[in-house]
């Protein structure tokens, strides 16, 4: 059974850094879309950075320049740093995975399949 558990989520001043981390259980990543979406309640959920099957990275607009998105093959484990941190960054930020192969990190994040999802991990931003 396929598991994402994310971790790292907090509470920083604006300006602040985090760092996220989706640790992977029962399935070894290698090639497969995987992204960090980020949700407000009542709110439609918002594609932050994805990597997509050929290592190739995206971000969305609102976090290009600040978030950076890695993997850790070696620890199953898919990060993002989270730099310069605004108050609009505020939200419960989910990681999810699709087991097949994706040639666009934008187009996954947009209309993709994805299969499995963490519980999310919070993040809140003061001003």
């Not at 992977?24 to 290698?30: D, P």
């Not at 898919?78 to 930020?93: I, S, V």
């Amino acid at each position: 059974q396929v598991q994402l558990v994310e971790s790292g989520g907090g509470s920083v001043q604006s300006g602040g850094s985090l760092r996220l981390a989706c640790a992977i259980y029962g399935f070894a990543y290698s090639g497969h879309c995987i992204g960090w979406f980020r949700q407000t309640p009542g709110k439609e959920l918002e594609g932050v950075a994805a990597i997509d099957s050929d290592g190739s990275a995206y971000y969305a607009d609102a976090v290009k320049g600040r978030f950076t998105i890695s993997q850790d093959n070696a620890k199953n484990t898919l990060y993002l740093q989270m730099n310069n941190l605004k108050p609009e960054d505020t939200d419960m930020y989910y990681c999810a995975m699709d087991q097949s192969i994706y040639r666009s990190a934008a187009w996954w994040l947009d209309y993709g399949r994805k299969s499995y999802w963490g519980q999310g991990t919070q993040v809140t931003v003061s001003s």
